[in-house]
């Protein structure tokens, strides 16, 4: 295989998501590497791998239409054994992986295996949270809610506990990815400024994306776009709550959240 990183380097050192695609079948062919979001490729990719990370890939541009998820584990992955058939976009999942949303309770990232001093972490099953931790020697928050640091950290013995320094997450955070399943963002009014209903609420207008059935992409018992029908959504949304005289005549709407994009946003943040 001919594979070309072109102005990107060879991502030896590279703390993010990278994919590899390629124009034949089984890695063969002409190769390149990406780690970044693409909204619409130039060449026709028969097969691909994630080598760190894991990207969602659209069958339409602008990441649009039917998606999969590949991560990094999976190795080789012909397109033809996908569902969607053909990969016209695909964008980098960084929360959770690279950087952590809110507390960081459900990172699961193994970026970092060492505290913030550099003392190597010990395994979760060695500590006083072995039976909420994942048993591992990465950074973690299984207590969410209950440490200072209010993001994730690890044990450097048995009873001693350090913050880690990973990196909170602005893709996700302060613009969406993908159709915006992920983002987790604290805006609450549409396009017009209007407020958002609560998601846990059926007023003014009756529901049906209650937690905790949604509580995959992000709602709760809060009024934050979100958007829990991908199916039928491009991007984060909300039921207006602010006013019922508009939210009569107009149920629900987009809400004013730039899409994420390297030009104008770094991945996250230290």
Same mark, same amino acid.
Request: charged share 25%; net charge negative; hydrophobic share 30%.
């Given at each position: 295989?001919?594979?070309? @990183?072109?102005?990107?380097?060879?991502?030896?050192?590279?703390?993010?998501?990278?994919?590899?695609?390629?124009?034949?079948? =089984?890695?063969?062919?002409?190769?390149?590497?990406?780690?970044?979001?693409?909204?619409?490729?130039?060449?026709?990719?028969?097969?691909? &791998?994630? !080598? #760190?990370?894991?990207?969602?890939?659209?069958?339409?541009?602008?990441?649009? $239409?039917?998606?999969?998820?590949?991560?990094?584990? =999976?190795?080789?992955?012909? !397109?033809?054994?996908?569902?969607?058939?053909?990969v016209e976009s695909?964008?980098?999942?960084?929360?959770?992986?690279?950087?952590?949303?809110?507390?960081? /309770?459900?990172? #699961?990232?193994?970026?970092?295996?060492?505290?913030?001093?550099?003392?190597? +972490?010990?395994? /979760?099953? *060695? @500590?006083?949270?072995?039976?909420?931790?994942?048993?591992?020697?990465?950074?973690?928050?299984?207590?969410?809610?209950?440490?200072?640091?209010?993001?994730?950290?690890?044990?450097?013995?048995? &009873?001693?506990?350090?913050? +880690? %320094?990973?990196?909170?997450?602005? /893709?996700?955070?302060?613009?969406?990815?993908?159709? $915006?399943?992920?983002?987790?963002?604290?805006?609450?009014?549409?396009?017009? %400024? /209007?407020? +958002?209903?609560?998601?846990?609420? =059926?007023?003014?207008?009756?529901?049906?994306?209650?937690?905790?059935d949604y509580n995959?992409?992000?709602?709760g018992d809060h009024?934050?776009? *979100?958007?829990? %029908?991908?199916?039928?959504?491009?991007?984060?949304?909300?039921?207006?709550?602010?006013?019922?005289?508009?939210?009569?005549? !107009?149920?629900?709407?987009?809400?004013?959240?730039? *899409? +994420?994009? *390297?030009?104008?946003?770094?991945?996250?943040?230290?």
């Amino acid at each position: 295989a001919v594979v070309s @990183t072109q102005s990107t380097g060879d991502f030896k050192d590279c703390i993010g998501p990278v994919i590899e695609v390629c124009s034949g079948e =089984d890695m063969t062919g002409t190769c390149y590497r990406y780690y970044d979001d693409t909204l619409h490729i130039k060449m026709f990719i028969r097969s691909l &791998t994630v !080598i #760190r990370g894991v990207f969602e890939l659209y069958d339409e541009t602008n990441h649009r $239409g039917k998606y999969a998820t590949v991560e990094e584990g =999976d190795g080789a992955v012909n !397109i033809a054994n996908l569902d969607i058939g053909v990969v016209e976009s695909f964008s980098p999942v960084l929360r959770n992986f690279f950087c952590y949303l809110d507390q960081g /309770w459900e990172f #699961r990232g193994s970026v970092r295996s060492q505290s913030k001093s550099g003392k190597p +972490c010990i395994n /979760w099953n *060695r @500590t006083p949270l072995k039976h909420k931790a994942k048993p591992n020697r990465f950074c973690q928050n299984p207590n969410a809610g209950n440490y200072p640091s209010a993001k994730p950290f690890c044990y450097v013995s048995e &009873t001693k506990r350090e913050e +880690c %320094d990973l990196p909170a997450c602005i /893709w996700d955070m302060d613009c969406y990815t993908g159709k $915006g399943i992920h983002y987790r963002g604290k805006v609450n009014r549409d396009d017009d %400024d /209007w407020g +958002c209903q609560k998601w846990n609420s =059926d007023f003014p207008n009756i529901q049906h994306f209650h937690p905790p059935d949604y509580n995959w992409a992000g709602v709760g018992d809060h009024s934050y776009c *979100r958007n829990p %029908d991908p199916e039928n959504e491009e991007k984060p949304w909300c039921y207006i709550g602010e006013n019922w005289f508009i939210s009569w005549m !107009i149920r629900y709407d987009y809400c004013a959240i730039p *899409r +994420c994009n *390297r030009s104008k946003f770094n991945f996250y943040k230290f």
